[in-house]
């Protein structure tokens, strides 16, 4: 079988895709780049909003022509294949195999079956099988908990990867060993809610520590960077500050999404919290982690959102200076509670909302990423950038970096860099040697250059 996956939605389905890449492989299947090499092509999905959901129908329909062409297989995987609109899709476009975030493991009963193989329910046991990442990878995602207690009237998360279940510690920490020994350097602890971790459906799990001492043992682990995300702000405490300012790895990243800035919406939203507390939330950080770099999500045009209550978002945004956010036009999404009970507002309103938001936002990036001129930043190396001779990666802030190739650096790693010029989005600079003087640039395809670089292509 030669088999292609295609990812949308969140790192949490990234994380899937990994987990299901690896049961095929172990079920022999060659994993290939392309649709047109393969004959099983499985879309793992997202449902968050209106877009990803048309993106999948568009892919699907151009499935469904190639089947009638010649022998392909199409699986559907993830949080849309969980919803009963998920489900009709499938119908539709004569989808083979359907998993919801609960079934991954049923993949290899999925592939022997002859006929149409539809697997929705949730399962405890995925963890176990969650294979090592890649070899070369620095970077790793670490799932820590799945589905979400919250009812945020707006988001059908809930209803696509269930309420919450928190992993082990030990779990945990067994699968950051071997994350550990691929040579992964920086790990990202995944889940809808983090700052909820060890107390599902209200209740304290005997034996499992806080959110806030979960980052502090896993700051023992050795491992040079530690990121987590998203944090809810209901469930944020001080103490989290605290953990992350004195385990030197944990990075000086809050990923805390606010919404919106009037107290009206946020009720409507049912998000639990207020805009004064939030504001708390965001002072204890700076308290802890002066040099912080806050991020967030918004979302304008939530049904009743007045311009009143728009420009108590632009406001908050003032207040705190984020350094950037995810932004987006509230989507009705079939089965949440708003979805049933508000109305709309007009297309062209939100997305006029929007814009002065993205305005908003591209003012204070260009700020903030100028304050970091002349500094010297963290940055991890991925690998080549798109344009030749430059190497990309992102900064402990994770602000998208790109330096040019040097001598000594050519490729993944954590390397000290010396910002020379920034942009609301991204940071570029030198990569510094111990002496702290920038490395020397690599020349261009000179046979100079392939003899120190021992006669290896450049490009
Ligand atoms: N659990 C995370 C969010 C997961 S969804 C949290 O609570 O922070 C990621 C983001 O998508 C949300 O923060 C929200 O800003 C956005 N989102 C969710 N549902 C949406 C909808 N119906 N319309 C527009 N944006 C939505
Ligand atoms: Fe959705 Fe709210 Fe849960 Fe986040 S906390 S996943 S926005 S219900
Ligand atoms: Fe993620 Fe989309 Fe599901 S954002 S949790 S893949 S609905």
């Not at 910002?419 to 990569?431: A, F, K, N, V």
Request: glycine share 8%.
């Amino acid at each position: 079988m030669r088999a292609h996956m295609i990812t949308y939605g969140c790192q949490m389905n990234e994380y899937d895709t990994h987990l299901v890449q690896s049961q095929l492989v172990s079920l022999g299947a060659d994993m290939v780049e392309s649709v047109d090499e393969a004959d099983f092509v499985l879309i793992n999905t997202c449902a968050v909003r209106g877009k990803p959901v048309e993106k999948v129908r568009t892919v699907l329909g151009e499935l469904r022509k190639q089947k009638g062409q010649r022998k392909l297989v199409v699986g559907m995987m993830g949080c849309l294949a969980q919803l009963e609109e998920g489900q009709q899709i499938a119908r539709k476009f004569e989808v083979d195999v359907l998993l919801g975030p609960g079934s991954l493991l049923d993949i290899g009963k999925a592939l022997e079956s002859n006929e149409r193989f539809w697997g929705l329910q949730f399962k405890d046991e995925l963890h176990e099988h969650i294979p090592p990442p890649p070899a070369g990878k620095l970077q790793a995602h670490l799932t820590i908990m799945r589905g979400c207690d919250h009812h945020c009237t707006y988001c059908i998360v809930p209803t696509t990867r269930g309420p919450q279940v928190s992993r082990s510690p030990d779990d945990i920490l067994r699968e950051l060993d071997m994350q550990l020994a691929a040579g992964v350097q920086e790990v990202t602890l995944l889940g809808q809610n983090v700052n909820a971790y060890g107390v599902d459906g209200g209740a304290k799990l005997a034996g499992y520590p806080s959110f806030a001492d979960l980052l502090r043992m896993v700051g023992k682990s050795g491992v040079r960077r530690i990121k987590f995300t998203t944090s809810h702000p209901m469930n944020f405490t001080e103490d989290v500050a605290a953990a992350m300012a004195e385990t030197p790895a944990v990075c000086e990243f809050v990923h805390l999404p606010v919404q919106s800035g009037s107290d009206r919406v946020l009720r409507r939203m049912a998000r639990e919290y207020n805009r004064e507390k939030y504001l708390r939330h965001i002072a204890e950080i700076r308290k802890h982690l002066p040099s912080a770099v806050l991020f967030t999500d918004i979302i304008v045009g939530f049904p009743g959102e007045t311009e009143e209550d728009f420009q108590e978002t632009l406001s908050l945004y003032d207040e705190v200076g984020y350094d950037s956010a995810y932004m987006f036009i509230y989507s009705p999404r079939p089965g949440t509670p708003s979805y049933k009970h508000f109305q709309d507002l007009p297309r062209e309103l939100k997305t006029e909302r929007l814009q002065r938001l993205i305005a908003k936002q591209k003012d204070w990036a260009t700020r903030k990423n100028a304050e970091k001129l002349g500094s010297v930043q963290e940055v991890l190396i991925r690998g080549d950038a798109h344009s030749e001779g430059f190497l990309e990666g992102h900064t402990r802030g994770n602000h998208p970096t790109i330096v040019p190739k040097a001598l000594g650096a050519t490729g993944a790693g954590i390397y000290q860099v010396r910002i020379e010029q920034t942009s609301p989005h991204m940071l570029s600079g030198r990569i510094l040697g111990s002496d702290g003087q920038p490395l020397p640039e690599l020349p261009r395809f000179t046979p100079e250059a392939a003899a120190v670089m021992g006669g290896l292509p450049m490009a």
